[in-house]
Each structure stands twice: as C-alpha cells, then as structure tokens.
C-alpha cells in the first residue's frame, strides 16, 4: 500500500470512529428516555482485491447495529395506563398528520415502539410521550369479543348503564341432616319441614324454626332498583328438598304468601341419591316464580354445583359457597387498568368490570433490522420480515415502564476506547505526512 493508501485507510478510520462517538453521544442523550432502544457501533474491514503477496488490512467501514431485543429496565410509574411489555413484541401506533373538524387525522402506517407511557388526551385517546397514539380493538363490555377494525384506541367510558337481572347462580351443599331450630335428634323426622308450600304471616314462625337459610340475594330492575331476598331450604323427605324466597311484594290483601316456593303452588322438589348427587331437576336450571324483572322471572342456575353432604363444617347448616345474579345498577368509572394479555378494563362504582379495548402488539422475526424513527418507534423493513400480531408469548404490566437500555457506564468506557482509536488514526495521518515531506525534500 502506497502512502496515500495508508492516508486514505486512517481517513476511513477517523470517519468510523466518528460514527461511533456519534451512537454513543445518542445513546447518552436518551439514557432517560423512556422505551429508547440504544444504537451500538460495528466495523468491518473493506479489503482491496490485491495479489497474495501484496495483501493488505485495508480500510474500515462503520455500521449500527440495534438492540431492540435488549430490554430496559422496569419502573412503576402510578399510572394506570402506562404499559410495559415483557417479551419481544412491540405495541402499534401510528402518528397524527393533523385535524379534521376537531379530530386527530392519522397516517395510514403502522409504527412501533417500545414506548408505554400512554396516557389519556382530552378528546380520550391513549397517546404517549412522544405524541404517538396507541392502536387496537374497542371491545364489546358484555362479551369482550373485538369490535371492528384496529383503529386508535379511544376511552369514553364514563357510565355503566344499569342491568336487568336475568339469571342466579347458585352452588351450595345441603346438610344431609338440617340442624334447624325445630331439630332434636331424639325425635325422628324433627329435620323435616311438616308446613305448607304457601307460607303466610300466620305459618311464618313455624316456617323459620322448621328450614335453613339459603343466603341473602339483591337483584336489580332496568332502571338499577335494588330488591333484597332472603333464601330458605326446607326438607320436606328424606334426600328431598324445596327451595323457598321471600316474597318481594308481600301484601297482606293481594299478596298474602310472605315465602313463595321455586315452581310456585306445585313446588319443584330437589332430590338427591345416596351420594348426595343432585338428580332433579334436571338441566341445571329453574324458575325462581314469583321473582320478576318486569314481567321476566329470574332464572336460577345451579349448574356449578348443588349437593347434598353431610358437612361438618357447617354446624348442619346450608354451606353457600356462590349465590349472585348478572343485574347492577347505573355506574361511574373509578378505575382503567390494563391486564396482562393487553385488555383495557374499566372498574365502576357499582362494582362492575368491563373490558374497553385490545391493544394491538408485533413482533418480528428479525426485530434489529427495523428502521430507526423519530419518537422511539421503527418502521417495517424487508429485512425485519412482515409483522406477526400478538404478545408472543410475553406479557403486559399496566402501571409500568420500560426504561431506556443505555447503560451510561458501558457507554463511557466505549467512549474512551472510541477517543483513543481516533487519536490513533490521527497519528498515522500526522506520520505518512511527515514521511511525503522527507521524500519531497530528497529533490531539493
């Protein structure tokens, strides 16, 4: 290699080691920047085609090199809506190009980023600090099926409306032996229930001693108006019971039954084998006659299960491990969380919880080879390979963030490194020029 090669080499050098200290001047600069993914420096050598015998080192060439897969550090930030991802997916938003009568108009490509920390604007978009809005599903809040097309993520829940009661669930084990108050276990049959199916004021007294309590049940009407019933078991033979509720619009001249039997004036026996397996009635199910949403009666389900054991546990009472309807009244928001599969759920003052969107996630088969952004976000690339939707096997935590993955101290010690390779490079320039000086002045 001639001199002016060997200049050339170190200029290539002193442009490399340029491009270096110019990654890691960014990485520093965004060391806090939240989801920042930082550049790293490789080189590779440019070697001219010479003969065997006059091979050389050649010249250098710089090149960056992403660490999108390396991941920051996480921190709670205390707001609900803030998202970090565990895993190597991405989340996808898109950019605002401007307005349209008061509205965002967005760019019609995808982005991704890192970047979680969403919060809600004033028109109730989910935009995070680099002014990215988030994209996804709205979802249905009764099913949680997705609804439409992906579009940016925007919360109006404000209130819940208020739901009719339809139906009851029911799971409960039923004491072989009822310890009522009537109960005396020297006396046979004192377990039974000996009354009537209508139960008036006047039978009331013997009705309590001779049946068990069921659990307390409130169910509610369209406009969210509370009712609140109370629930007896009486034995009436033996693995044979009848289910009793009060009465709600008890009235001593029209309505004079204060307990009314599911199935009405022929009431629906429960009947059980010597297992205590539940054998009737049969599909799960049954009407709760007498109470109405409307002209609606409530349906008890009691599919999850309804036995008949003999259970210490509960002093020869009725053991109900679930009694709850599908009716609440009206309702406000207190609470957006995210859950881990990336759901957006809204908690409201009435106790209810309903999903409001899905976020929308990528990955890629090649995520270092996607094109650097402004605003900690990439652009698809052929090299990156077209983007899978979903988590991948990863995770989201609402209330967290992803740091920036710059590690100050190992970018200084590169610095150094970078300082003393350009030092270096300029030595062999100062030296190739000393040498071309010595040769012109052999001439003079």
């Known amino acids: 290699m001639s001199l002016f090669g060997a200049m050339t080499t170190s200029v290539s050098g002193l442009r490399a080691q340029s491009y270096a200290l110019e990654n890691i001047s960014d990485n520093v600069a965004n060391s806090q920047t939240v989801g920042y993914k930082r550049v790293d420096t490789s080189f590779k050598d440019m070697v001219p085609d010479y003969p065997l015998e006059q091979q050389v080192g050649g010249s250098v060439m710089a090149f960056a090199r992403g660490t999108n897969t390396v991941t920051g550090n996480f921190m709670s930030s205390g707001i609900s809506t803030n998202m970090g991802i565990i895993g190597d997916s991405f989340f996808v938003v898109r950019k605002s190009v401007g307005t349209l009568d008061g509205q965002p108009v967005f760019s019609s490509n995808d982005l991704y980023t890192r970047r979680g920390d969403f919060t809600l604007d004033k028109d109730g978009y989910l935009v995070n600090g680099a002014g990215r809005y988030l994209y996804g599903n709205a979802l249905d809040p009764i099913t949680g099926a997705a609804v439409g097309a992906q579009q940016p993520i925007q919360l109006t829940a404000g209130v819940v409306p208020a739901r009719a009661s339809t139906t009851v669930q029911y799971m409960a084990n039923l004491p072989s032996v009822p310890k009522t108050a009537n109960y005396d276990p020297s006396v046979p ?219 100050i101290s190992e970018e200084f010690s590169k610095m150094i490194i970078t300082q003393q390779a350009y030092s270096a490079n300029t030595k062999i320039i100062t030296t190739v020029q000393q040498m071309m000086q010595d040769t012109v002045n052999i001439i003079r």
């Open 189 to 407: 049959g004192s377990d039974l229930y000996t009354g009537a199916s209508a139960v008036t004021a006047a039978l009331e007294p013997n009705f309590m001693k001779q049946t068990s309590t069921g659990g307390t049940l409130t169910y509610y009407d369209g406009v969210g108006t509370p009712t609140t019933v109370e629930m007896r078991w009486a034995k009436t033979a033996a693995n044979t019971w009848n289910l009793y509720y009060q009465n709600p619009i008890y009235d001593a001249a029209t309505s004079p039954n204060k307990w009314i039997a599911a199935g009405g004036a022929t009431p629906t026996p429960f009947t059980f084998d010597s297992l205590g397996k539940l054998t009737a009635p049969t599909g799960g199910s049954t009407t709760l006659t007498g109470l109405t949403v409307g002209t609606t009666a409530l349906n008890l389900d009691f599919s999850k299960g309804l036995t008949q054991f003999n259970d210490t546990s509960s002093g020869g009472g009725v053991n109900v491990r679930v009694l709850k309807q599908d009716g609440y009244a009206a309702g406000t928001v207190n609470n957006v969380s995210v859950m881990s599969d990336g759901r957006i759920v809204a908690s409201y003052s009435n106790g209810v919880t309903s999903p409001l969107a899905q976020v929308a996630f990528a990955h890629f088969n090649a995520p270092n080879s996607l094109k650097r952004e402004d605003g900690s976000t990439f652009s698809t690339t052929l090299e990156a390979g077209t983007p899978l939707g979903g988590l991948n096997g990863g995770s989201v935590m609402g209330g967290q963030l992803e740091g920036s993955n710059t590690d």
